[in-house]
T-cell receptor, first 114, second 110 residues
Framework: ETGVTQSPTHLIKTRGQQVTLRCSSQ?????VSWYQQALGQGPQFIFQ???????GRGNFPPRFSGLQFPNYSSELNVNALELDDSALYLC?????????????FGAGSRLTVL | EDQVTQSPEALRLQEGESSSLNCSYT??????LFWYRQDPGKGPEFLFT???AGEEKEKERLKATLTKKESFLHITAPKPEDSATYLC???????????FGTGTKLQVIP
């Protein structure tokens, strides 16, 4: 059974640039959620994707957007990067939105914005 | 808005010294309270789900309990490999959003 994989593991961008982060869900999981974890903080919910559509969103601006593909993998896109976007971005998959209580997380993508 | 507060922020224990971590929460309609463990450089790893007051779950040296306002994670005779950040989270209303606390960083010294 393959777990959740994320890429890239680390990246550095400059303010104003755009970034795309990728996530492959665990085998059998059809729902993907994205979280932002700043240093020393708990993860904050960005949004969830189910059946290739956004299925809920946290308090993040529209420059944070995502996609889910037919194979359930997902992308997180962030436009017009700001310094405060520096964080660990975590992808989590689950069996479905109704079963979203058990999240299987990937190791994350560490984004640094200079 | 759901809120989760964890205490202490950091805890240093000698190997074998039992203790408890606290998670206080405010939600409108709790669907579940969760404990996760996070090691440095890794994503959180699921430990427990608790659904209603009075419920208890155990796994090796860990035991989680739930009341209407808080949850405790009891660690009995901890070992150095238990060192990690322990995150508490709640889910209410809409299924899609899980709200995390800031975590308790546990260090167990041999």
């Amino acid at each position: 059974e393959t777990g959740v994989t994320q890429s890239p593991t680390h990246l550095i961008k400059t303010r104003g640039q755009q970034v795309t982060l990728r996530c492959s869900s665990q085998s059998g999981h059809n729902t993907v959620s994205w979280y932002q974890q700043a240093l020393g903080q708990g993860p904050q919910f960005i949004f969830q994707y189910y059946r290739e559509e956004e299925n809920g969103r946290g308090n993040f601006p529209p420059r944070f957007s995502g996609l889910q593909f037919p194979n359930y993998s997902s992308e997180l896109n962030v436009n017009a990067l700001e310094l405060d976007d520096s964080a660990l971005y975590l992808c989590a998959s689950s069996l479905g939105p109704e079963a979203a209580n058990v999240l299987t997380f990937g190791a994350g993508s560490r984004l640094t914005v200079l | 808005e759901d809120q989760v507060t964890q205490s202490p922020e950091a805890l240093r224990l000698q190997e074998g010294e039992s203790s408890s971590l606290n998670c206080s929460y405010t939600v409108s309609g709790l669907r579940g309270l969760f404990w996760y463990r996070q090691d440095p450089g890794k994503g959180p790893e699921f430990l427990f789900t608790l659904y209603s007051a009075g419920e208890e779950k155990e796994k090796e040296r860990l035991k989680a309990t739930l009341t209407k306002k808080e949850s405790f994670l009891h660690i009995t005779a901890p070992k150095p490999e238990d060192s990690a950040t322990y995150l508490c989270a709640v889910q209410s209303g809409g299924y899609q959003k899980v709200t995390f606390g800031t975590g308790t960083k546990l260090q167990v010294i041999p």
